[in-house]
């Protein structure tokens, strides 16, 4: 069984792929052959232990076919080497596509799973030159490695975190300057709060303006969003999960997240119709 079908909070034959991508992607399954809008993205986009995610909003409210192209663990690497999933935007009459996570990444540091891109896989020459005393054999996800190299508190993490926006701006324009669909790119921040209800930050290293203006070019819109998690917005009791999957729904977004992400994009949406 795939890991894109093992606890995605949804029924098995409710994730699906199509004939010219690697990617599992949300289903149901639909025809390609009847014009469509595609939103493309990771696991926010997807709609992991959600019913109805923002594309299935979106479809209700503008009164068009919308496919969900999200995929779990979905971060640049599988949006921008993924050629089957590009065919697929190309056709589309217009694309919404969730700014991927800037660590999912293989750059000269570290290198991720293809697909799960979630997945740390091996550090690099440079990355074992750069830290010495670290041993990343016991790493298995981008974000425990973050955490461990910023945790030395010096200027090397910089020198990591800037070859990510490089690379990001890189590869994320790449892919924006190569597709034949117009793009409305979803800048989406997910949001918990700490113990004093302060914002905790996600990312170790968010996108920054710099980056969204260097690829805003390539769009034909940028829309932001910020959503709580739904352990935090009293959405737990409407998401989809097993007992054992409680921890990690509560730090999805929950329907009204969805929602929201819905309203913020149905105006620009219209307006290049």
Known sequence: MSYHQTGSGIPEDAVCQYSSARLWFRGPKRSLDTPYMACAGGTETFGRFVDRPF?????????RRC????SLFCGVDALCQE??????LDAAELCVLQAPDILGQSNRFYRVHPRRNDRFLAATDDLISLYPEI???????????MKLLQGHQDARFEAV?????RNWVREVGGLLQSLQSPVILLCLRVIRLSEDSRPVQETEVPLTRE???AVRPYCARIVRETVCVSGQ?????????GTLQQPMAEFMIGPAGHRSIADALVGPIQNLR
Do not use: P
Request: proline content about 0%.
């Open 67 to 70: 496919l969900n192209l999200g």
């Open 83 to 88: 050629k089957g999933l590009q065919s697929i």
């Open 161 to 165: 975190a800037e070859e990510l926006r």
């Open 211 to 213: 980056m969204l203006n």
């Open 135 to 145: 041993d990343f054999a016991d790493v298995n996800f981008v974000h425990h490695l």
């Open 233 to 241: 917005s009293d959405e737990l009791e409407d998401m989809l999960f």
């Open 55 to 63: 594309a299935a909003v979106l479809e209700d409210r503008l009164d």
